[in-house]
């Protein structure tokens, strides 16, 4: 057994530790800290990849008890990809906002974020390397919790409304992830997933437990599903993004939701088992409350004043896509579903790090007639915000279209039909909607303004915000311009799965 | 529909309105409590009169919601309660569940050196779960921290009678006698039975998280009848600081080593101890130590974050 294999065990256990090491550092000192460990997290990432992709996956035995008994990690190709790419994510959220940050803080309450980040990013981890479904459950509630405090740090008292709604609802979805975990516990006896899989083998077999397997699946997907944001339940959004510091709206938006959707899928392929819920009606029903969550999200996004909600609704539109692909099913369906997630993360954290820059050169308004012509009064951000723009509307060469690509062919593989007619409409308006306004927002931002006023230009901090999104736009167009690439990652780590 | 089109695109105005409810939260900030004393009453009536103007006209909306709320709740129970008298007999028709059962009360004792099985259970078997849920209670102390610690910007937002009725000796418990002979009898065997508990978590039922919350119980008794000035002597925050981040740093590289060493099948070295005594079940006593301790500063971070807006004397 090689030393890489340790590695998992060492990002999750650094990560609470760095925790704890943040809340005694003063604020300074915490973010150089946070910065340099996230960096170190990264390295330590691309090293699981790069075993993982030669040697297969892993699973660890968490202390001296095996399988049934004790706790359990493991290390596929998907998880190791899904952790390099949030890591990369995490990193530049902080270095573009770090400034955001000191602005928006009491200083004396800046290590206490750094603090919640660190514990933030070992529940991301940990969710992500989990083979256990209480796991799962345990630093499902950490991840609930830290992103309410990285909302309420803002002390503004629109942040605090936020955040009750969606501690509120949050809540709600836990507690039927819980309930899902004990009836799921109640059929087979244990809390593994590979235990359970096997149990539930046997258990699908018999048509007289079998509605009994569907409720439990459905609570754990309702649960998730209210957590990451689906359709009737994604109006927290708007004011959980809009109001929250950069760093915070960027990471909530791109990693906390998408954790939710891996570990639903992860649950689906490793502890249901993809061909029991393919025989389930869950499938159409997210396939519907996606495709509604796109064309509802972006009419919403049409119909906002404000660049930030905009976006959230944008973030709730996207949702939707990623419903969608799990709703298309097969290999195809979730591989679509999984590259969306990559692409929508890197976008949309360089579109919430983008518009405060917009924002900070328009007298910190986030209103659209007072954004008009700050693209011209900040280039790089607008640039940026371009870039991210043109992403989410799915122009070629940026990651979205290549999504929108596989959403295609995904629902081309399914076969024709009802679905495929559906899907291929919806791709349709909702990209046109996008298309709407976001093409109305760049406009908004390069048109010259009637009078020359708050025309001062923002010079300074370009390298230390250049470069973290220049590495998110290199990103973004190697996910659109070699989609092949990381398509392929995702079947080998969708083929460990099972 | 030009003209429409042209005020949108112009960010002037949006179409739809009236057309969708985007359940935006209301812009009042706290910041903008700027009043004086006596245009505060006024300011509050004011708004409670708008929230009902809002409310008169979506009545329709609200009822709609009461109606779907009721009749999803109602449909959700009728489900669970379907599931529930679906599901095999614990234990009796499903002999699968007993598998991960059996082996922790057959062979628990032997495995962890812990009579008590529960507290071999979470610190042993699955302590990876329980490195996480002493975790949450960190994170929840962060985040009530951040909403509660007095900073600049909180003071400035505070209503202006906050600290008059911190001043106010009426709402000072701590000079009534009553409470502070009761305390000064009970608060020894409290503390006592605090420790009991978190020492004998291995032997008896208790271990780091009820005994630390008895601890924290009795800092909380403490403080509040003999006032906040004699626990300040002892327990400041840079000492609650110390405490929470060395228990912590220990719980995460204890079990990191544990976890290491059981994964790559070097023998730990954790002596597993007599059963019975005081020294035994290997790890479980110094981390149920550390759990108390962080739950003991936990809660009583709570109490005096939330009596006055900060941890200890700074």
């Keep these: 057994m090689q030393f890489v294999v340790n590695f998992p065990l060492f990002t999750i256990v650094l990560s609470l530790f760095s925790g704890a090491l943040c809340f005694m550092l003063p604020g300074k000192a915490a973010r150089r800290y946070t910065m340099c460990y996230e960096a170190f997290l990264t390295v330590l990432c691309l090293w699981i990849l790069q075993y993982t992709y030669l040697n297969g996956a892993f699973t660890y035995v968490m202390g001296e008890f095996p399988a049934p008994w004790g706790n359990e990690i493991r290390a596929g190709v998907l998880e190791a990809t899904m952790a390099l790419i949030f890591m990369i994510i995490m990193l530049t959220a902080v270095f573009c906002g770090y400034r955001f940050i000191e602005k928006d803080l009491d200083l004396s309450k800046e290590n206490l974020y750094y603090a919640l980040l660190n514990l933030m990013t070992a529940a991301l981890l940990s969710m992500i390397w989990t083979n256990d479904l209480f796991t799962g459950y345990v630093f499902l509630e950490i991840l609930t919790l830290t992103s309410c405090g990285l909302l309420i740090v803002r002390e503004i008292g629109r ?35 590979v235990p359970i899989q096997n149990a539930i083998r046997e258990l699908a077999a018999d048509p007289n437990t079998f509605p009994v397997l569907t409720i439990s699946t459905a609570i754990l997907t309702i649960g998730l599903s209210i957590k990451s944001g689906l359709f009737p339940f994604h109006f ?72 930030n909600r905009m976006a959230a609704f944008s973030s709730a539109a996207n949702i939707g896509y990623i419903f969608m692909g799990i709703g298309i099913g097969g290999v195809a369906g979730y591989t679509a579903a999984i590259f969306h997630i990559f692409a929508h993360a890197v976008t949309k954290a360089m579109l919430f790090l983008t518009t405060p820059r917009l924002a900070e050169v328009s007298g910190d308004s986030l209103l659209f007639k007072e954004l008009q012509g700050s693209g011209l009064r900040d280039r790089d951000a607008g640039v940026f915000f371009t870039i991210s723009a043109f992403s989410m509307i799915g122009i070629p060469i940026f990651a979205g279209f290549a999504a929108k690509l596989q959403f295609g062919l995904a629902a081309v593989e399914d076969g024709a039909g009802w679905r495929l007619i559906l899907v291929f409409l919806a ?72 | 529909m030009k003209e429409r089109f042209l005020k949108w695109f112009y960010g002037e105005s949006d ?47 609200y009822a709609f919601y009461l109606i779907i709320a009721v009749i999803s709740c109602l449909m959700l129970i009728g489900v669970l309660l379907f599931t529930v008298s679906q599901l095999p007999r614990y ?69 202006e009678n906050y600290y008059t009725v911190l001043a106010d000796p009426y709402y000072d418990i701590s000079t009534d006698p009553i409470m502070r002979i009761a305390a000064t ?51 400041t925050y840079r000492m609650s600081r110390c405490i929470t981040f060395l228990s912590l740093a220990f719980y995460s590289f204890a079990k990191g080593y544990v976890f290491f060493t059981g994964a790559n099948g070097i023998p730990n070295g954790v002596p597993k101890g007599t059963p019975g005594a005081i020294f035994s079940g290997g790890l479980i006593l110094p981390l149920d130590i550390a759990v108390g301790m962080v739950v003991a500063c936990t809660m009583f971070g709570f109490y005096s974050l939330f009596r006055r807006g900060s941890i200890g004397g700074e």
């Excluded at chain 1, 004011?239 to 939701?257: E, F, Q, R």
């Excluded at chain 1, 396939?287 to 969550?293: E, P």
């Excluded at chain 1, 390298?463 to 736009?473: F, I, K, Q, S």
């Excluded at chain 2, 499903?94 to 004792?109: I, Q, T, W």
């Design chain 1, 159 to 193: 942040t605090t409304l936020a955040a009750i709604r969606y501690m509120i609802l949050n809540l709600l979805g836990s507690g039927l992830f819980l309930l899902g975990v004990v009836l799921l516990y109640d059929l087979s006896g244990h809390l593994l997933m």
């Design chain 1, 236 to 307: 927290w959004m708007p004011d959980t993004y809009g109001w929250a510091t950069p760093t915070s709206a960027a990471i909530m938006s791109s990693l906390v939701s998408k954790a939710y959707i891996f570990l639903l899928i992860k649950i689906y392929w490793r502890v249901i088992g993809i061909d029991i819920v393919e025989r389930m009606p869950i499938r159409n029903i997210l396939l519907v409350l996606g495709i509604a969550g796109m064309v509802i999200g972006s009419v919403q996004a049409l119909h906002a004043d404000n660049i």
């Design chain 1, 427 to 498: 791709l349709a308006v909702s990209s046109m909607l996008n298309a709407l306004y976001f093409v109305r927002t760049i406009i908004r931002i390069y048109s010259r303004p009637n009078e020359s006023t708050r025309m001062e230009v923002r010079p300074h901090h370009r390298a230390g915000y250049n470069v973290p999104m220049l590495v998110l736009t290199v990103m973004n167009l190697f996910l659109g311009l070699f989609s092949w690439v990381t398509v392929d990652l995702i079947h080998r780590g969708l083929m460990m799965f099972s």
């Design chain 2, 15 to 61: 179409p739809m309105e009236h057309i969708l409810d985007c359940a935006e939260v209301p812009d009042e900030s706290r910041e903008e409590w700027k009043y004086e004393e006596h245009e505060i009453e006024r300011e509050i009536s004011r708004r409670v009169h708008t929230q009902s103007v809002i409310r008169a006209e979506r009545r329709g909306f």
């Design chain 2, 91 to 159: 234990g009796v028709e499903n002999p699968r569940a007993k598998e991960v059962v059996e082996r922790y009360v057959e062979k628990g004792l032997e495995e962890t050196g812990a009579v008590n099985i529960v507290s071999g259970m979470i610190l042993d078997y699955r302590a990876f779960d329980t490195l996480g849920e002493s975790h949450v209670l960190f994170t929840a102390l962060l985040c009530v921290m951040i909403l509660l610690r007095l900073d600049e910007k909180n003071k400035r937002t505070r209503y």
């Design chain 2, 185 to 235: 009898i009970t608060l020894p065997s409290i503390f006592l039975f605090g420790i009991y508990i978190l020492l004998n978590g291995q032997i008896s039922p208790g271990g780091g998280f009820s005994g630390g919350a008895v601890m924290g119980a009795a800092l909380i008794i403490y403080a509040a009848a003999f006032g906040f000035t004699v626990t300040d002597r002892v327990f």
